[in-house]
């Protein structure tokens, strides 16, 4: 099966940076997948990675390094309305149905 | 902007009482979900359609839960006999398999709550 470990929350200022790490196991690997939740709100695609390296979205990057079984999820320049929570998922590629199994979730609390 | 529409936003039953929720998936992708979040916590994997068959379901996914796509738009979740523990809000949620990536990026609709009493 799949397991992704990643901190619960984490609070910032406006302007500040955060990094969210997901650490992963899975049998297999096809790609780690970011997503972004605002409170009643239906999960919303951020970022994927299949390779190593990193992966810019404007103020958002995403990091993986499979041989660490490690990924990041960079949030610059934050802003009031990055408020939410954020979710790592991995798809197992020997997963027929193109799975994706989520992370429990990192609640970002950004302060003025 | 393409998106995944869901039906109804909120569902009150009885337990025991049968439920169906509904999804119109985005027109060209050819995967579709069912992801459940009980409130506060992880979004949870339940059944994965394509070519007009469950290609995985969870362990979640009991004989109590049914999927169908009764026509060329339509997706639909049934739970034949609630419990009080199905009370959640179910998200549906679609993608192409037309590239590799394509898998990774799930489009999810605002999902329907279930409330069951």
């Known amino acids: 099966g799949q397991s992704l470990e990643q901190p619960s929350e984490v609070t910032a200022v406006e302007g500040a940076i955060v990094q969210i790490n997901c650490t992963y196991q899975?049998?297999?690997?096809?790609?780690l997948s970011w997503y972004q939740q605002h409170d009643g709100g239906a999960p919303t695609f951020l970022s994927y990675?299949?390779?190593?390296g990193l992966e810019e979205t404007g103020r958002f990057s995403s990091f993986l390094s499979r041989s660490d079984s490690y990924g990041y999820l960079l949030l610059q320049e934050l802003q009031m309305k990055d408020s939410a929570s954020y979710f790592c998922a991995v798809r197992d590629r020997k997963a027929a149905g193109n799975k994706l199994t989520f992370g429990g979730g990192t609640r970002v609390l950004v302060k003025p | 902007e393409p998106e995944v529409t869901q039906t109804p936003s909120h569902q009150v039953t009885q337990m025991g009482q049968e439920v169906i929720l509904r999804c119109v998936p985005i027109s060209n992708h050819l995967y579709f979900y069912w992801y459940r979040q009980i409130l506060g916590q992880k979004v949870e994997f339940l059944v994965s359609f394509y070519n007009n068959e469950i290609s995985e379901k969870s362990e979640i996914f009991d004989d109590q839960f049914s999927v169908e796509r009764p026509d060329g738009s339509n997706f639909t979740l049934k739970i034949r006999s609630t419990k009080l523990e199905d009370s959640a809000m179910y998200f549906c949620?679609?993608?192409?398999?037309?590239?590799?990536?394509?898998?990774?990026?799930?489009?999810f609709g605002a999902g329907s709550r279930l409330t069951v009493l």
């Open positions: 899975t049998s297999g690997f096809y790609g």
């Open positions: 990675n299949a390779l190593d």
């Open positions: 949620a679609s993608s192409e398999a037309s590239r590799p990536s394509g898998a990774n990026v799930l489009t």
